[in-house]
């Protein structure tokens, strides 16, 4: 293996036996005959990650993503394939695996440590350190059976971060703690990260991913389906995680498309007194991506239905990014303070302004309010579209720097 490459990972395949495991006096007499199910946790999965590379470990639940961290850590082995680790490799899971239970926290620190490869000596110069950022001191000399889970983890990533083998694996070890305690991880992430640790991170949250990583790799079923950049990475993913949400099932390539609603049940689209019909945008193929070019405006045409005009309802759009984080919100009213007049059908255009967006992928929620009831009505459905810089634009849009790319007047 070459002396950049931190971790090989080749052909890695896991297999499970499903099925009832008898045991006891009666095992013999009801053992179960048929062949055990098999289960693939991991398909022949191969990459490799350079020295120094942050990695982001996303996909759905079940997806094989612990399995796979397990395996490259030692905690586990594969079925198949071979995992090579070039340097010290530590583990951080969210469940604290490989702290003793019957011991203190105290303790417990000193068995990681010489698990790491760390001497004793060094250890006790980092202890305070480890201490003060798990936020346990008061509890330290208590056996962590007596932790609750999240106390648990705070002191497994402390130790595993401040003393910080040249390789770390973590597992949603960010989704414990309160706010503070999680932006205080992140940074220590992003520091290791900088000082050319190797890290692996799974994680559920996006916008850390995205924040640190400058890798990410997606499992699907066990198999590896994309391998990249986040900005290239992320949009695809949150399609497939968005549209698996309000389709409830599995998604092609083909239903990633979302130029308009396919509007099947109308009682799902709005309150009573007034419904959306239609919402597309206007010059969109049906059968392809909506690509717009960021110097130009983005035109969505819009039908409504109102069935009752006593009622102060309102309609707008929600844009989101790709991490699901709201850009911003219009409404009719709020825009051109106009009120529904009559009952019947309306058909209008919304344009959203050129120079807006940055490169990435966009989604266009709707909803309904009503002023006077104080009621907000979101519609869970929603077309997408990404950008694209113009053709003759030499200029180089940085991609990581927000979802919005506003022109600027600039005068010297």
Known sequence: MENNIAIKVENITKKYNLGKIHRGIFS????????PEEFFALKNISFEIKKGDTVGLIGRNGSGKSTLLKIMGGITYPTFGDVTINGGCSVVMESGIGF???LTGYENIFIQGQLMGMDKEYIKSKLDEIIDFSEI?????TPIKHYSSGMVSRLSFS???I?????LLFDEVLSFGDFGFHQKALRKIKNLSESGRTIISISHNLNDIVSFSNRILVLRNGELVADGLPSDIIPDFIEEILLVRHNKESTSKEKLVKNSLNIKDHSLYGPTDIKLKDFRFLSANSDDRMILSISKPLEIEFKLEIYNISTDWDFGIIVRDVTESIIFTSTIFEEINMTFQSEGEVNGICTIPSNLFNLGTYFIYQYFTNYSKKEFIPIKDFISFRTQIDENKKNIINKYLGPIKIKIDWKI
Not at 163 to 167: A, K, P, R, V
């Open 100 to 102: 003793h239970k019957d």
């Open 159 to 161: 130790v595993i971060a």
């Open 28 to 35: 013999f007499f009801f053992k179960k005959k048929n062949k």
């Open 137 to 141: 001191r008061e509890f330290i000399n």
């Open 163 to 167: 003393l910080s083998n040249e390789i």
